[in-house]
């Protein structure tokens, strides 16, 4: 390890530097990789999961399972050892299918949040690079800038306005101001300003520092209690769920009571024999498989919306997607590419053509169609060098490939540099920047100080053109400085922006050659306007079809940008956005009152020139509409915005750490088809949820009502046993019901409008279906063991016939659930998931087991039966299907949609 004189904090930036033997050109990459193999990767131990014990302990703890044990208990105390055993072995069972199913839920989860993997930037062998946090050693030289998470802790070597929140270390929820000096060896955690901690948050400015412990040895490492991020592993609907089956718990206990009861006073069974039908009954109607269904399925969901590219972050926004009806998204590299060329430059008297595409400096400056090559203190060559200069970007020849490091819109204005044949490097050896006021969008505007070696000073500054004119008196003709003519720039920006361009001006101002310093204060209304950049970036096309896609699936998309509002127009236009003649902009909705803004919020789509204060005021306008929404964002100001909104979704690529924690969902490629594409999964996700329902509970309840019914017209035998009831709910469940969580989206997924957030559960429809289906199940299974008992009166031959009835009612049944309305009886229908047919076939065999293994045949008192009893019991077991699929096509005669 690396032993510094003093406490970090309180070394001097030089002996820091000594102490981890590095320099501001950072180590080279042989150094950094000897490092990291001999002190090894940058990163925490997995914060302690739940141990492996306790994981399948807890899945005792569940109401069912009560009434189980208390079941296994009495039957022990009757004598009913048989029974007593089985129960036991189906409760134990039960516990290790949900200990399986929880463990492969939580390990997809734990797959997908390791996609979100940071980077940082350091400097190596004397270059800016992006490498993983994972790969970061002692001396690395990292550079800071607002919404980074610190990646290891550092000994701040420069800062400018550098802010950090210490929350997750201190708890203190105020920013800290950071400086370099060194700070007294006695001071807290929270005094060592001198220092950022890994772990902490950059709020505001920017910053380099040296890093100088990685990994456990980081202040984070060391607190033994893991600051780790929970996250929810329950949602609303799995919420819901929970309480509907305790009330189904409740109301099953007192109808089983009630039978009890029933058959003993008024029928006069013997209250033992009751016992077990009143158990049977009980252990029919609980829909013990339908939790762990739900939770395999939305992590199902959360894997295939991953392989989409979009990282869900927090479970319950699964469901909600599914309900989305506004999206709010950026435009620059979420609607459009991202990939910036400078085509137009205006200055006072000249309109310019650059051509050339892409990041591939070969092109040329034309005016009409005559190529020219200005001279150097021509204005069209000093807009230029002001655009490279305020400029943090860099343009490598990476391979065969052009490569820019840092913000593509800076990045496309060095391509215009190296058109001109102006090389960045060179301009900043001849003038060096001595300070900066960094690009954030509540200005719109970025800021340098450079000193030339020849004594001069200069203050260039470049932004949103309307913010530049503010700040020019003057402008650059060929002549020399003129007044500003506002005008002409208006007309200018308007022309170009009609185009679908993005605008920006340079400007720039002689300084004080002693001004080392550079403040808000200096950028009065001084500047002399130099020209204007008129930047194309183009729609991404699959962009141009999810807002098509959008647009039928009854799911309204806003656009909302910081860009001038006359460019955000013309790109909407080309995306095929609903309302693209209405546009408010920031100031525009400064001036609106709340009810003003309510009214126009439903119907403007684009909205310009807006800050992140816009955004909070947007969404929470909009979620007065009832509209759920999902809002895109990237910067630090963008988290409450995220938060508050319905589905943040943070840009992966591009996005800050700060963006990315407060988001529910990452887009891992910045692309805003990526955020229909998990709109898309979850109304699947949903569907698959309401289908288990659909397919679970009528099995239940017809399994229920066939107890109830025997008991009510007092059968002599019950037609099936506790135990045989437990059989059949376990292995449907393991089998068939799990095969519906691989169900594919329906064909016309995105054709249908949102889900209603407010919709119930368990919709009329629903019900409806369930009751059907239940009352189908009972009269075929009941049916069928009276006329069999009947014919040959031997119960247990009887019961067996029930149970592989019963279960063969499922089968056919889980045919019809795969669709709620569409018809099964196609190609697609019947082998369209391919779970479903293993899971029969898994399932088939374990009914031949169950019907003709001696072993099984002593525990569940089943009976060999012979060939010719199979027919019968598919024959009756289909009617199911045919009933379902007649009534499927009742309603949609009747009803578009299910309600
Ligand atoms: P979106 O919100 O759709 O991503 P945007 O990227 O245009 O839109 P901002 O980043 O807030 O939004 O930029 C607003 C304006 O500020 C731009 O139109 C441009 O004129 C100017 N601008 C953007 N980046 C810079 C920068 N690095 N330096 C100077 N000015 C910039």
């Known amino acids: 390890m690396y032993e510094p004189p003093h406490p970090w904090h309180h070394c001097s930036v030089q002996q820091t530097f000594k102490a981890v033997d590095s320099q501001p050109e950072g180590l080279d990459s042989a150094e950094a990789k000897r490092r990291l193999e001999n002190h090894g990767a940058n990163k925490l131990p997995d914060s302690q999961k739940r141990s492996v014990i306790f994981r399948f302990i807890s899945q005792f703890n569940n109401l069912l399972i009560y009434v189980l044990l208390a079941v296994m208990i009495i039957t022990g105390f009757l004598g009913h050892w048989l029974d007593t055993g089985v129960i036991a072995g189906v409760v134990l069972i039960n516990a290790i299918i949900g200990f399986i199913q929880e463990g492969r839920a939580e390990e997809a989860l734990k797959a997908i949040h390791s996609m979100l993997s940071p980077n940082a930037e350091v400097i190596r062998d004397g270059q800016q690079q992006t490498i993983a946090v994972e790969n970061l050693v002692v001396g690395d030289i990292v550079l800071l800038q607002a919404g980074d998470r610190i990646p290891a802790d550092l000994r701040l070597s420069l800062v400018k306005g550098l802010q950090i929140s210490e929350a997750v270390l201190t708890g203190e929820s105020v920013a800290i101001d950071k400086q370099c000096e060194p700070v007294e060896p006695q001071a807290e955690l929270a005094s060592r300003t001198s220092m950022a901690f890994s772990g902490t948050l950059v709020t505001h400015g920017l910053g380099t520092g040296i890093v100088v412990a990685t990994g456990t040895q980081t202040a984070l490492g060391q607190i033994s209690e893991l600051v780790s991020k929970v996250t929810p592993t329950d949602t609303p609907l799995l919420r819901q769920i929970a309480i509907f089956g305790r009330w189904l718990t409740a109301t099953i206990l007192v109808l089983a009571t009630a039978t009890f009861s029933f058959g003993v006073l008024i029928r006069g069974y013997p209250a033992s024999e009751m016992f077990l039908a009143a158990v049977s009954l009980a252990v029919a109607a609980i829909p013990e498989g339908l939790p762990a269904i739900m939770t395999i399925t939305l992590a199902i969901g959360v894997e295939r919306m991953a392989k989409r590219q979009a990282v869900i972050r927090r479970l319950p926004a699964v469901e909600t997607l599914g309900s989305v009806n506004v999206i709010c998204t950026d435009k620059t590299g979420t609607l459009t590419r991202n990939e910036m060329t400078v085509r137009t430059i205006i200055t006072t008297d000249r309109q310019y053509t650059l051509t050339g595409t892409g990041y591939?400096?070969?092109?040329?400056?034309?005016?009409?169609?005559?190529?020219?090559?200005?001279?150097?203190?021509?204005?069209?060559?000093?807009?230029?060098?002001?655009?490279?200069?305020?400029?943090?970007?860099?343009?490598?020849?990476?391979?065969?490939?052009?490569?820019?490091?840092?913000?593509?819109?800076?990045?496309?204005?060095?391509?215009?540099?190296?058109?001109?044949?102006?090389?960045?490097?060179?301009?900043?050896?001849?003038?060096?920047?001595?300070?900066?006021?960094?690009?954030?969008?509540?200005?719109?505007?970025?800021?340098?100080?450079?000193?030339?070696?020849?004594?001069?000073?200069?203050?260039?500054?470049?932004?949103?053109?309307?913010?530049?004119?503010?700040?020019?008196?003057?402008?650059?003709?060929?002549?020399?400085?003129?007044?500003?003519?506002?005008?002409?720039?208006?007309?200018?920006?308007?022309?170009?922006?009609?185009?679908?361009?993005?605008?920006?001006?340079?400007?720039?101002?002689?300084?004080?050659?002693?001004?080392?310093?550079?403040?808000?204060?200096?950028?009065?209304?001084?500047?002399?306007?130099?020209?204007?950049?008129?930047?194309?970036?183009?729609?991404?096309?699959?962009?141009?079809?999810?807002?098509?896609?959008?647009?039928?699936?009854?799911?309204?998309?806003?656009?909302?940008?910081?860009?001038?509002?006359?460019?955000?127009?013309?790109?909407?236009?080309?995306?095929?956005?609903?309302?693209?003649?209405?546009?408010?902009?920031?100031?525009?909705?400064?001036?609106?009152?709340?009810?003003?803004?309510?009214?126009?919020?439903?119907?403007?789509?684009?909205?310009?020139?807006?800050?992140?204060?816009?955004?909070?005021?947007?969404?929470?306008?909009?979620?007065?509409?009832?509209?759920?929404?999902?809002?895109?964002?990237?910067?630090?100001?963008?988290?409450?915005?995220?938060?508050?909104?319905?589905?943040?979704?943070a840009m992966g690529l591009n996005g800050t750490e700060a963006a990315k924690e407060a988001a529910e969902m990452v887009l891992a490629d910045d692309n805003f088809a990526t955020i229909t594409a998990a709109v898309e999964e979850g109304r699947a996700v949903y569907d698959n949820l309401q289908k288990a329902i659909l397919f679970i509970l009528p099995t239940n309840g017809g399994e229920a009502l066939i107890i109830l019914t025997a008991v009510l017209l007092g059968f002599q035998q019950l037609p099936l046993t506790p135990v045989q009831i437990l059989w059949v709910n376990m292995v449907t469940a393991v089998t068939l019901a799990l095969s519906l969580a691989f169900e594919p989206k329906e064909k016309r997924i995105m054709q249908r409008p949102p889900r209603p957030s407010n919709q119930p559960l368990l919709s009329n429809f629903l019900i409806w279906r369930v009751a059907f289906v239940a009352v189908i199940i009972m009269g075929g299974t009941l049916g069928l063991f009276q006329w069999e008992l009947a014919q040959n009166p031997d119960t247990e031959r009887a019961r067996t016939i029930a149970v592989n009835t019963l279960v063969m009612f499922e089968i056919f049944y889980l045919f019809n659930s795969r669709f709620f309305l569409e018809p099964i009886l196609n190609r697609q229908g019947i082998m369209g998931n391919y779970y479903i047919l293993l899971a029969i076939s898994i399932l088939c065999v374990f009914q031949l087991a169950f019907t003709y293994v001696p072993i099984m045949q002593v525990l569940f008192g089943t009976y060999a039966l012979e060939i010719s009893a199979w027919p019968k019991i598919v024959i009756i077991a289909s009617s199911v299907f045919l009933f379902v699929e007649t009534e499927k096509a009742i309603m949609r005669h009747f009803f578009a949609k299910p309600a």
């Open 360 to 649: 591939d400096p070969h092109g040329f400056l034309t005016i009409g169609k005559q190529t020219t090559f200005p001279e150097a203190n021509h204005p069209i060559s000093l807009a230029i060098r002001a655009a490279v200069l305020c400029n943090d970007s860099t343009l490598r020849n990476e391979g065969n490939e052009w490569r820019v490091h840092g913000d593509p819109m800076e990045g496309a204005l060095l391509v215009a540099g190296a058109k001109v044949g102006l090389d960045a490097e060179e301009e900043k050896q001849n003038y060096p920047r001595t300070d900066l006021i960094p690009f954030e969008s509540e200005h719109r505007f970025m800021a340098t100080l450079h000193h030339s070696h020849d004594g001069h000073a200069f203050i260039f500054l470049k932004g949103a053109p309307e913010r530049i004119i503010e700040m020019c008196s003057q402008q650059m003709a060929t002549s020399g400085p003129t007044a500003i003519q506002q005008d002409f720039w208006s007309e200018m920006i308007e022309q170009q922006a009609h185009n679908g361009q993005r605008l920006l001006a340079v400007a720039y101002s002689p300084a004080n050659y002693a001004q080392v310093e550079l403040t808000f204060t200096d950028i009065a209304n001084q500047f002399i306007m130099l020209g204007l950049f008129g930047l194309i970036d183009p729609p991404r096309d699959e962009a141009i079809e999810a807002v098509n896609d959008c647009n039928q699936a009854g799911i309204r998309v806003k656009m909302i940008t910081g860009d001038h509002v006359l460019t955000a127009r013309a790109i909407a236009m080309q995306l095929g956005m609903v309302n693209t003649e209405e546009a408010l902009t920031g100031q525009q909705m400064d001036r609106l009152s709340d009810e003003e803004l309510f009214e126009l919020a439903g119907r403007i789509d684009i909205y310009a020139r807006v800050n992140p204060e816009h955004k909070m005021r947007l969404i929470n306008t909009l979620q007065q509409h009832g509209q759920i929404v999902a809002m895109t964002g990237d910067g630090v100001n963008d988290a409450p915005a995220l938060k508050c909104s319905d589905i943040g979704t």
